[in-house]
């Protein structure tokens, strides 16, 4: 298990005695903790399995190769000795991230809470048993029985949705609207699972008012005891279950129980949703153990006036959703700072306030913001981007591009989901306030690559306009 201390003191990077950092997996999540870690002065050291990835553009030193190989692994932890280990992605080698923890590496959160929540069975099973959080109904069944998918199917009934058992960003999942789908919902999570296919969770459909990320951070109090601290919840929605914008206010009425758009406002259920928030997230937290920041995906439902808060899955590690962070927590403490000072024995300086009668440890935002992600309609090499002068001539608003050297495009259950090659970020009067202004910015930016020379919004990706405010 993770043992951290207080950090008091801090070599140079790169110097002997440096503080050093390895993390599996560098993306955008990932160069922001690094951008963080560098500016408290300490040693970054970046592995993707491609070059130039975002993480890796701003470490002291990247390595090259693919994470499910075990050796390779190895290899970079015993040359580099770090003292902190962060694993950033879901697909790494687990055996030897379990042995290095053995020897007493620090793997963040903990080697075990990574081989849980990599699984939806092994997290559903601690968010529903052990921490004893409200979640939807479901079942679980293997893809190899038509017999066995088709019961449990009409065991939870419809809608429901089916999720491959390994996998991530909605690849697997599929919508179950009536009986014409059980089959094509089998299929679907053979085929397009990353991970493993060969069972299923069977989820009862949510039609939840809000859905939310806690974003809760486990850490050293001034006593050196772990303590858990809540920054406000995350208001956010998906489009093919993948995250396209996300909110956050010093004033949860805004957007609390019933989402930003209702223009229903409840100060008391509010605060009631916001305790029950705390309270989910606390408890699945605490049974994952460690410390860092941990992404708790919730769904809110307002039933006759009682507020409703079902545990969806958690990750430990900043979460997408949280970017809206870059820009609605002073400087120093977005996600990824939160994370970098709770992994390495840092303070984080909270409040203690009273939520619906409980009191917790709490971090607040400056001002009602929201991030809206820049996704690219076209693949290829070398991306360019314009529109920036449209983007970043309203007062609160910033750009922050993550600088992939290419383009992807992967096929989801109902159309193609665009790469994330930026985000635009707002502060706003309120939560709507700062969604709109996040998403005109995102919107006003223009790509194209080597292969696709025509200038694109992503008001032309598929699906472009769902959901959105304007542009519907
Ligand atoms: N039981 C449910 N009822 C209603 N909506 C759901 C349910 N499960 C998932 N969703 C919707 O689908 C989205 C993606 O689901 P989920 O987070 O479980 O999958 P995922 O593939 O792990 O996504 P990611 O890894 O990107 O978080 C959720 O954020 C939510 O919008
Ligand atoms: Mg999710």
Redesign the pocket.
Known sequence: MVSVKKLNKIAAPTSPGALKLVMFGAGELGKEIFVEAQRLGMECIAVDRYERAPAAQIAHKSYTFNMMDGNAMRSVVEREKPDVIIPEIEAIDLDTLIELEKEGYRVIPNARATWITMHRERIRELIAKEAKVET?GYTYARTDDPEEFKDGVEKIGYPC?S?AIM?????G?YDIKGEGDIEKARQWAIKDARGEGSRVII????D?DT?ITELALRHLDEDGKIVTTFPRPIGHY?IE???HSSWQSPKVSEYLPWGAESGREDEGLAETAERKIYEAAGKITGALGGVGIFGC?L?VKEINGEVKVYG??CSPRPHDTGMVTYISHIQGFNEGGLHVRAITGLPIPAKIREVDGREFRVFDPIAPASSHVIKSPSEGWDPQYRGLWNALSTPGVNIYMFGKPMVYLTRGRVGIVEERMGLALALGENALDAKKKAEVAAHNIEMRTRQVHEWKSQDQAHDGRKKHLFRQ
Do not use: A, L, P, W
């Not at 996998?167 to 690849?171: I, L, M, R, V």
């Not at 989820?203 to 949510?206: A, G, R, S, T």
């Open positions: 939807c949705i999720k996998s991530s960003s909605g690849h999942s989820e009862e459909f949510i939840f859905e998906q279950g993948d995250y995906e769904f969806n899955e």
